[in-house]
């Protein structure tokens, strides 16, 4: 498969008549991707603010939503979505007003542009990306700016605050986050989400990297990547930029309608690709014995180059596909059920405690994770080749 | 007011500190911004507004502005009748209005000079206790989500929810009850009401412990609150704190015990309850952890006191021989009752007539709201929040 391609696009040139122009595949298959990842970013959005509401529910001795849609108010986000998008679009008189309003495209801009590289199944996905990992931290990371620029753009004290603290927050965190998944990396060695997926693919689909055996390092890692991941997606106990309890709304106090939303879809757009990062690297990817025993039933590639070198359409790889693309969403959604857990029990951390515990604890718990995995590497490659 | 708006760290000229405001030396030159804390905020609890002079998440100054939820309580004590004003009572401080009842009431029971029926006066004290609580239920269950932590709050409103039900069986209200009458009480308890109250007792005691490890002893909550908003004792001396927030400084002083009202003194020497007093246990003597552990603590003893009263209660009437419109004779008398966040004083003159000359509360929100001022400057702006949220002020009553 040549490198910048996507899965739309070799099935496309699988299909299609030769008549038809390389270029006209490529404009429709990135088309078909982008409507595939805005359409799973909102589900996903709406899934999971649904989700959190149930899980805050249960934890709270209530039901959460029960009436939207019959079973267990499963549209009641759905109801919401319609409610916020029929709302007035306010900017506040006092607001720049160019800002304000292009903050929280820009957020989700960035998520939606991170999501390119989330992999959906091992042979269906946007982009073929050999940096996919790094991609996804960096785009998403370039939320920050938005906040800011929505915090600073308000003209409010309040927002200016929550958009102070993400900033510092994030620049904080970045560092752990990062570092933490170069454990992983350098145990797999490769930033392609697909790549290190398939390097997992061993013992019945369970051995994974954060198997002792493969790097000790590699747990205090996945430890450390979650208390950053939260950080980094500002979820409780790190909710300070939003702080409801403190800085009324935190940096979106003016917003108001579906341009609130963007940033709630944002959010939980974060939580999820979070969550699939750490998915794919600390809990095996798309492989697990279920996998396993798809890939021994059928196929595993969807289109096989034949002898002649043309693209074959193979539909024995069908069920391997789903079942790896949902045991990689399961993981996902286990993640951010995780993060929704800690969200309700935990109370919120001050924001110098969180400075303190991002530069002095995090950092260099990260660095020596980073240091010890990369000896052990090092010692494991001089012994084995 | 106008010089100290202008004068910040700008031109390094020296200004006019405000009362309530405190010089901080930072090793960088920033500028001040003040900020309207409320009267809209989540975390002032109702309509209060402290304007925080604030560098960064540094607080520099605090000053509680008061009076959104002026209702003229007072005066409207000197205007209605003796047991009209009783309903106003329960709006001062509405987690507790028993207890306000119960100040009002024996206010007005001691110009008179009468004496209450022995079990009316069990009944009082179980509603009291109760009462206290749901308050403190609320008190830290708000708390709790100030500094953010949600959940705790909604298993406290679960129990809550049972007290307040327990009081619409007895008087058919759940938040105002002016159910504790000037001469004893509205009515007697329904028919296996001292039975549910049991059960409230024992289901309450064993959930205690689940909130107490949930919230309390949490590491991010000792984190949030211990060395916080420090009050040393002798500051609350000074400032005329009561309840909780003394305790919480290590002063041993409750009502209860000390200025034995009602039948509390009689309790107290059988040693149903204690008067727990902080020690600073997760950092300094004082600070927010210590009065919430003080608020945590006195729920087990008011369930204690409660046990006590049900264990001792006896038949006979719940209403004093008074005539219907009420007549107080010439004279005048102070109340102070231990109310869930401090000394609730009632101070009433009469003249003799149908209406009070003079009702005067002193409430125990009011006094201790002035100590913000005090203890804010040198908080961060997320301990401001923690410190106002361990006050527990209940505007409907520092404004009455």
Request: with cysteine; glycine share 10%.
């Amino acid at each position: 498969m040549q490198s910048g391609s996507n899965a739309f696009l070799e099935a496309l040139r699988a299909i299609a008549p030769a008549a038809v122009p390389d270029w006209v595949l490529m404009v429709t298959a990135a088309v078909i991707g982008f409507a595939i990842a805005l359409g799973l970013i909102s589900v996903a959005a709406l899934f999971f603010v649904w989700l959190e509401r149930k899980v805050a529910g249960h934890i709270q001795c209530r039901y959460g939503p029960m009436y939207a849609g019959g079973w267990h108010g499963w549209a009641q986000s759905l109801a919401d979505g319609v409610k916020l998008m029929l709302k007035e679009d306010l900017v506040p008189r006092d607001a720049d007003r160019a800002l304000f309003i292009f903050a929280p495209g820009l957020v989700l801009a960035a998520i939606l542009g991170a999501m390119a590289a989330y992999p959906l199944a091992p042979a269906v996905f946007f982009g073929q990306f050999s940096l996919g990992v790094f991609f996804i931290v960096a785009m998403s990371s370039m939320t920050t700016i938005g906040v800011v620029m929505a915090g600073w753009a308000s003209n409010s004290k309040w927002t200016t605050y929550g958009a102070m603290r993400e900033a510092a927050q994030v620049v904080a965190y970045e560092i752990p986050l990062g570092l933490s998944l170069l454990v992983p990396v350098m145990a797999a060695g490769t930033l392609d989400l697909r790549a290190a997926s398939a390097m997992q693919s061993g013992l019945w689909g369970m051995d994974w990297l954060i198997m002792p055996w493969n790097n000790p390092f590699m747990l205090p890692a996945g430890v450390l990547f979650l208390v950053a991941a939260l950080a980094e997606t500002k979820r409780a106990p790190f909710d300070l930029p939003e702080a409801e309890s403190e800085l009324v709304a935190g940096f979106m106090t003016e917003y108001s309608g579906i341009r609130w939303s963007f940033f709630f879809m944002e959010e939980y757009a974060a939580m999820f690709l979070m969550s699939a990062v750490g998915a794919v690297f600390f809990l095996g990817g798309f492989e697990s014995p279920l996998t396993h025993l798809a890939a021994q039933i059928g196929g595993t590639e969807l289109f096989v180059r034949d002898a002649a070198g043309t693209l074959a359409f193979d539909a024995s790889a069908i069920p391997y596909q789903i079942v790896a693309g949902l045991t990689l969403l399961a993981k996902t959604v286990f993640g951010v059920f995780l993060m929704m857990w800690l969200r309700w029990t935990l109370p919120r951390v001050r924001i110098d405690q969180v400075m303190t515990m991002g530069y002095k604890y995090l950092t260099p718990l990260a660095l020596l994770c980073v240091v010890g995995a990369a000896a052990w590497e090092a010692i494991k490659h001089a012994l084995w080749s | 007011m106008s010089d100290t708006h202008t004068a910040s760290g700008l031109g390094g000229d020296a200004r006019v500190l405000r009362s309530g405001e405190r010089e901080f030396t930072l090793d960088v030159r920033t500028q001040d911004m003040e900020i309207n804390f409320g009267p809209q905020h989540p975390a002032t609890h109702g309509v209060m507004r402290i304007l925080i002079r604030a560098d960064g998440e540094l607080v520099t100054g605090a000053q509680p502005h008061l009076g959104y939820l002026h209702r003229c309580a007072e005066k409207i004590g000197e205007s209605v009748e003796w047991l009209q004003y009783l309903p106003y009572t329960d709006r001062y401080d509405y987690l507790a209005a028993m207890n306000n009842n119960l100040g009002y009431s024996m206010a007005v029971e001691a110009v008179m000079g009468i004496a209450i029926p022995r079990r009316a006066e069990l009944i009082r004290i179980i509603c009291a206790e109760l009462n206290r609580i749901g308050s403190h239920l609320i008190a830290v269950g708000t708390y709790g989500m100030d500094i953010g932590a949600f959940t705790p709050f909604l298993y406290m409103f679960r129990e809550r929810e049972w007290m307040m039900a327990l009081f619409e069986k007895i008087c058919g209200a759940r938040l105002t009850y002016s159910y504790i009458r000037i001469g004893g009480l509205f009515n007697d308890a329904p028919p296996g009401w001292f039975e549910e109250v049991a059960l409230f007792c024992d289901t309450f005691e064993a959930k205690w412990p689940e909130y107490y490890d949930l919230l309390i002893v949490n590491k991010i909550f000792v984190k949030r609150t211990a060395n916080v908003g420090v009050i040393p004792g002798r500051v609350c001396l000074d400032f005329g704190l009561t309840g909780p927030i003394l305790r919480g400084s290590g002063v041993d002083w409750d009502l209860r015990r000390d200025m034995p009202y009602s039948l509390y003194g009689e309790i107290w020497r059988d040693g149903a309850f204690q008067v727990p007093v902080a020690r600073g246990e997760m950092g300094t003597v004082g600070d927010c952890w210590d009065r919430t552990w003080v608020r945590m603590r006195e729920m087990q003893e008011s369930i204690r006191i409660v046990r006590w009263c049900l264990a001792h209660i006896e038949e006979g009437p719940v209403m004093a021989e008074i005539p219907k419109i009420l007549k107080v004779p010439k004279g005048e008398a102070y109340v102070g009752i231990e109310n869930p966040r401090g000394e609730l004083g009632h101070y009433v003159v009469s003249d003799g007539e149908k209406m009070a000359v003079r009702v005067r509360v002193r409430g125990p929100s009011f006094c201790n709201v002035a100590v913000l001022e005090d203890v804010l400057p040198g908080a961060l702006v997320a301990d401001a929040v923690a410190i106002i949220g361990s006050t527990d002020i209940v505007m409907g009553e520092t404004d009455r």
